[in-house]
């Protein structure tokens, strides 16, 4: 669902698109969708109704503060509104309000069943976690789930390698670039993966070996032959 309303009002006003999204015409439409919102007893149709409200004062009104209270007015009537959570969500980016962002974001999760989209939901969370509040474990852990959602989720990796080249953790960076290394298709960056990988083998881990076979498969990947052939 789009978390961006189609609202169809009954008005006089001119149906041209600047007299629409006047202001005048904006908070004509908030007062009808406030009167139907006090009318219905219908819990999702008026979560809905708040919404609107909040996108009106958001897009058109330039009202951010109307347009946060409207958006948490309707969750507060439907707490599984995904648009109203998404819409907040980013409000409370703009604010810096990160524990409010990462509550919308858990909330977004138990209401999404699409695992692509819970597994770019998870990497979203890790991102805010390690880059935002410093919790380095908790980023850890909200991407094994991503990638337990969605093994293909290529975003996922590309934070785990983030993660782990930040806080120098070698051995888990190497692992790391072996999955991207195989989520890539040929032609890509696999063979500078490869290479990456293969050189902390062999500077910072110590295993010539292994090193050696994969320089050799990152030279495959760029000439298409083996240096033994």
């Given at each position: 669902m789009s978390d961006e309303p189609e609202i169809t009002v009954q008005s006089d006003e001119p149906s041209n698109a600047e007299a629409v999204f006047s202001r005048d015409f904006c908070y004509a439409t908030i007062r009808k969708l406030r009167a139907e919102i006090d009318?219905?007893?219908?819990?999702?149709?008026?979560?809905?109704?708040?919404?609107?409200?909040?996108?009106?004062?958001?897009?058109?009104?330039?009202?951010?503060?109307?347009?946060?209270?409207?958006?948490?007015?309707?969750?507060?009537?439907?707490?599984?509104?995904?648009?109203?959570?998404?819409?907040?969500?980013?409000?409370?980016?703009?604010?810096g309000n990160w524990t409010r962002y990462l509550e919308l974001i858990d909330a977004e999760l138990r209401g999404v069943k699409d695992r692509s989209a819970r597994a770019q939901l998870l990497v979203e969370k890790a991102e805010v976690l390690d880059i935002q509040l410093d919790d380095h474990e908790g980023a850890l852990a909200a991407l094994e789930r991503a990638r337990e959602e969605d093994p293909a989720c290529i975003q996922a990796l590309w934070c785990l390698e983030h993660l782990h080249r930040t806080h120098r953790e070698e051995k888990e960076l190497a692992e790391t670039l072996d999955l991207i290394t195989e989520a890539l298709p040929e032609g890509s960056l696999r063979h500078i993966a490869r290479y990456e990988a293969a050189r902390l083998r062999e500077v910072a881990l110590d295993d010539p070996v292994t090193a050696a076979e994969e320089y050799e498969a990152a030279l495959f990947e760029v000439v298409g032959k083996s240096p033994r052939d």
């Open positions: 009318a219905t007893r219908d819990n999702a149709r008026s979560a809905f109704l708040c919404f609107s409200i909040g996108w009106l004062f958001e897009r058109h009104l330039d009202d951010v503060q109307q347009a946060a209270t409207h958006y948490q007015e309707a969750l507060s009537r439907d707490p599984d509104l995904i648009p109203a959570m998404r819409a907040l969500r980013r409000r409370m980016l703009h604010q």
